[in-house]
């Protein structure tokens, strides 16, 4: 059985830092062919939406422009895990953060659509308070 857990969240101060991870267990990132992991949220009031992806093998990522410059994507492939660094925090970026594992490679804008990750997890919440 795969299962995806989120960790890392919490309450921070607006300019703060928070590194959330997501980890796999049933299922190894890109053991059979390159997965592609992303990051999406969800607000109070609001539709999910993508955040930030990337693919296992060429470590390539993807981020939504609200985010760029802020926030990064990494791996610990030994670990079976992948982060989410977010910097520079704002009361906009509160949200569920959930993980999402593809089984194939993101391209082009295909990241962004929830219906290409096959597996989920239940998400941890992220507060910023001004």
């Known amino acids: 059985q795969v299962k995806l857990v989120e960790s890392g969240g919490g309450s921070v101060q607006a300019g703060g830092s928070l590194r959330l991870s997501c980890t796999a267990s049933g299922y190894t990132f890109g053991r059979v062919s390159e997965d592609c992991i992303g990051w999406f949220r969800q607000a109070p009031g609001k539709e999910r939406e993508a955040v930030a992806a990337?693919?296992?093998?060429?470590?390539?990522?993807f981020y939504a422009a609200s985010v760029q410059g802020r926030f990064t994507m990494s791996q610990d492939k030994a670990k079976n895990t992948v982060y989410l660094e977010m910097d520079n925090l704002s009361p906009e970026d509160s949200a569920l953060y959930f993980c999402g594992a593809a089984q194939a490679y993101c391209l082009g804008t295909v990241w962004v659509r929830q219906s290409w990750y096959s597996f989920w997890g239940q998400g941890t919440q992220v507060t910023v308070s001004a």
């Open positions: 990337l693919n296992t093998d060429s470590g390539r990522t």
